[in-house]
């Protein structure tokens, strides 16, 4: 097939694909397959960079830096709502309505919590982003837009529909989830955190890095559309329709309703819905439906006359803070937690909140024995909002941080710049303790029956100070723990021991090397294919890989420059855990029907790795170069089969091209 024929339809069934997975929720391709011909066509884009266009699927992960934000004027200015806090600000609403628009219908929309995102589509295609600025102005965030997955990258269209200019306005979020995520990764990194998902979210789309904003997973619900009319489109509900239609997420909760009690109920059974969303909202947005109603209504200098935002009651509660308690982490950073008197807070007792790190419990002057509110952060994380000084009683104490850690004594230090007190101790048995709780979690080893009390008796015990010692346990000693009998210790030990087998990525993940995660990790064991391989590579060649940044980089180096963790890592290779990729784990299926042939001096891997590699990913490898070679992974000083596979037109992939194409597959 000719092919910048075949790069269309790639463009078309990977965008067609990425609308199932992100804005329907019906995914109809396997993971596999998405990133098999997501990877040809970034094979073509790179042979022929001239047909790259910024509408490709291959443009979501993120494209070019920026060196600053460039203002754009908004072709309509973007207005604010009159917000009501009750049911009698609504009725109130509703009776100017009526007075121009007797016969008014209202949409109820869920008011979502995050930022105003304006899209511009020209020949359907998305041509510009730009964040709400002060309403007449914004920043251009077009290559941030780009990487929000459920923001179509190409209309829906058929033939013929917008030849016109297409803006389109909604709302960018962070799902709760994302941001519960996130802030845990910060944290444990010593970073600052976002104090909620719309913060998150605001914080994520003015990177001027895509890349940063491509792993934020943020998302979009669309809602406007301007110039709607011409499009021949006469109500909001119509709006909601074709904005559907085009292809982008639309929030399925909005409601039409005649009468004004019909919204206040629909608005108080949100109100008490409102958790159940896996986003936050705060509140509904009602609007009259008809267009030509909301001509007859129009404008203040502000809002529009024919809307009206209803907010929800912020849900917090107060309590006192009894004490504050430290925890060490992995990393040994020490985390304050407020010991809380029991609240109710949306749906839950609370009796512990995280307070974070020091400056933060400075910022809002919070002592012990303190009157406090609190609030879920994204819903979930319960958190210290303000202290009240006016009840205090004259006997609360100021929280210093220990400058010994609490768990092993060990020096605490704060590096400059950071927010983290971090314990520097090792050997903290604290840290072990977190270190091995990490170690056999599901994404990590995946060590069933070690759960952290097992793991905590087993410290105690001097039987586990490391994760290497999980794999001389015996029966014996098991037995004699709380609670084991023989056949828990004897299936303990079975799952220990299938945990040797597990291979090189869930042992990357197991053995926290910091800003690693389960994905990167992922790729790393792909491109590397044993430890052995990883430790010998330098930051700059970890950088050329897709998910690796500078700091995971140096991250990387760092840890096996440490001594005790190479001594970590010679203790799991005695015991016989595997520190290659699992040659018996499911093949991938990102080259199947593929066969490639391997020429030149690889940097990288040795040849049979390669050709592992190849295998792993459900290819085959062939020593010649014929018509039905499908590409030839090339290394240095290559001969008669570059020539010959040049000669031919088969694709030819230098070491790094092949590396970023098997990432994560
Ligand atoms: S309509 C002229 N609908 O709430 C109409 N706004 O002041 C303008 N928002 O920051 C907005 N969900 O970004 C509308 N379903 C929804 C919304 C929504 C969230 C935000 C919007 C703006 C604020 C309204």
């Known amino acids: 097939m000719d092919e910048k024929v075949r790069l269309e339809e790639l463009k078309e069934i990977l965008e067609r694909a990425n609308h199932e997975y992100y804005v329907l929720d019906s995914p109809a391709m396997t993971d596999a397959e998405y990133d098999r011909l997501l990877k040809e066509l970034r094979a073509i884009e790179e042979r022929r960079p001239e047909w790259t266009t910024p ?5 979501r992960v993120g494209g070019a830096a920026a060196e600053q934000f460039v203002k754009v004027r908004h072709k309509e200015a ?8 009750d049911a009698a600000d609504l009725r ?10 007797p016969a008014a219908r209202y949409v109820v929309e869920l008011k979502i919590d995050g930022l105003t995102v304006a899209l511009s589509y020209e020949n359907a295609a998305l041509t510009r982003g730009a964040t709400r600025g002060d309403g007449e102005t914004g920043e251009e965030i077009t290559g941030n837009a780009r990487t929000i997955r459920s923001v179509p990258l190409k209309l829906r269209v058929s033939a013929g529909e917008p030849a016109a200019p297409v803006d389109v306005r909604g709302e960018g979020f962070m799902p709760k989830r994302s941001f519960a995520d996130l802030n845990q990764e910060r944290e444990a990194e010593g970073q600052p955190l976002f104090a909620n998902p719309r913060h998150a979210a605001a914080g994520s789309l003015r990177q001027l890095d895509p890349a940063v904003t491509a792993r934020r997973k943020l998302d979009f619900f669309a809602y406007q559309l301007l110039e709607a009319e011409r499009w021949g489109v006469a109500s909001q509900t119509e709006v909601l329709a074709r904005l559907r239609q085009w292809g982008f997420k639309v929030n399925p909760e909005f409601r039409v309703f005649t009468d004004i009690e019909a919204v206040i109920d629909y608005c108080l059974e949100m109100a008490d819905k409102k958790h159940s969303f896996t986003y936050d909202i705060d509140g509904l947005v009602v609007k009259v439906d008809d267009f030509a109603a909301q001509r007859a209504l129009g404008f203040t200098s502000k809002s529009p006359r024919w809307a009206i935002a209803y907010k929800f009651p912020a849900e917090q509660a107060e309590t006192v803070l009894r004490a504050i308690e430290i925890n060490v982490g992995r990393t040994g950073v020490l985390t304050p937690t407020a010991v809380l008197e029991d609240v109710l807070l949306a749906g839950s007792v609370v009796g ?18 303190d009157h406090v509110v609190i609030h879920k952060a994204g819903d979930i994380i319960p958190e210290v909002l303000r202290s009240l000084p006016d009840k205090r009683g004259g006997a609360e104490t100021v929280f210093e941080m220990p400058e010994e850690c609490p768990a092993c004594g060990g020096q605490v230090t704060r590096k400059a710049g950071e927010a983290a007190h971090r314990c520097e101790n090792p050997a903290c048995p604290s840290r072990q303790r977190e270190a091995l709780i990490h170690f056999v979690s599901r994404d990590a080893m995946n060590i069933d029956g070690l759960g952290p009390a097992v793991l905590w008796q087993l ?11 999980l794999y001389t346990l015996e029966e014996e000693k098991l037995t004699g723990l709380e609670r084991m009998g023989k056949k828990s210790a004897q299936n303990l030990l079975r799952a220990i021991e299938e ?4 291979g090189l990525g869930p042992l990357l993940f197991a053995l926290g090397i910091r800003n690693v ?13 044993s430890l052995e391989r990883l430790r010998r590579a330098t930051a700059e060649e970890l950088q050329s890989l897709p998910d690796v940044g500078g700091i995971m980089a140096q991250s990387i180096t760092d840890f096996f420059r440490d001594e005790q963790q190479l001594e970590l890592i010679a203790k799991l290779e005695r015991a016989g855990v595997l520190t290659t990729e699992n040659a018996a784990a499911p093949r991938g299926e990102l080259l199947a029907g593929q066969t490639a042939v391997v020429t030149g001096t690889l940097t990288r891997w040795k040849r049979q790795e390669a050709e592992a590699l190849i295998e792993m990913n459900g290819g085959k490898t062939a020593s010649s170069v014929s018509k039905n070679t499908s590409f030839v992974l090339c290394g240095e000083n290559a001969g008669s089969k570059l020539d010959k596979a040049r000669a031919l037109g088969v694709p030819v992939y230098t070491e790094e091209e092949f590396a970023a194409m098997i990432q994560g597959g």
């Not at 509408?55 to 443009?59: K, N, V």
């Not at 109130?92 to 628009?101: G, I, L, S, W």
């Not at 512990?352 to 024995?369: E, P, S």
């Open 499 to 502: 945990s040797k087998q597990r």
């Open 459 to 469: 410290q105690a015990e001097g039987l586990a100070r490391d994760a290497g010692d």
């Open 55 to 59: 509408d490709s699927p291959s443009q």
């Open 517 to 529: 995660g389960v994905k990167a990790a992922k790729t790393l064991a792909a491109s590397y294919g």
């Open 78 to 85: 973007l207005l604010s709502l009159d917000n009501a806090f």
């Open 92 to 101: 109130e609403f509703d009776r100017r309505v009526r007075a121009a628009a």
């Open 352 to 369: 512990r909140a995280t307070l974070h790190n020091l400056d933060n419990i400075r910022a809002k002057d919070i002592r012990i024995g």
